[in-house]
């Protein structure tokens, strides 16, 4: 089923380290795998985990933030509870430098996280996203 944004959630990433997401029975997320949409919804009583942002660049690159949607083609009413994790809105966000040395150099530049929000909450309305500011093509 296509996204037709009438039910549901655009896709996206999360901006924090991961989410934690709960949904009562009714379906309805998906995350991207191998360029097709997977739902998420099969196990009953489980939490969803989704690496978001900051892990991406926490990780430099090795665990990827997970581009999800949310695509209802229920007629039941949908109540997800969704637990952000991130840093407080003061710390600079950059890949750990236990990670980094000549043969792996930064892949992202550091931002403070509140302005890392603001950039991506601004490019996401143009369809971007602020990965395409911070990556560094090395
Ligand atoms: O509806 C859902 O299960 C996903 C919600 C979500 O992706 C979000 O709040 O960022
Ligand atoms: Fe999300």
Redesign the pocket.
Known sequence: MEFDGSRG?MP?T?HGLL?L?Y?NGVP??EVLRDGKWVGMSDVPNAFAVLNSDHMEIFSNGKYKSKL?R?VVKDERT?I?L?N?NGPSLDTIIGPSPRLLNDENPPHYLPMKYSEYLELQTKLIMAGKHAFDKIQLQN
Do not use: A, F, M
């Open positions: 959630l996206h999360d989410t997401l949904e309805g997320l999800h949310t949908r997800t969704v952000p």
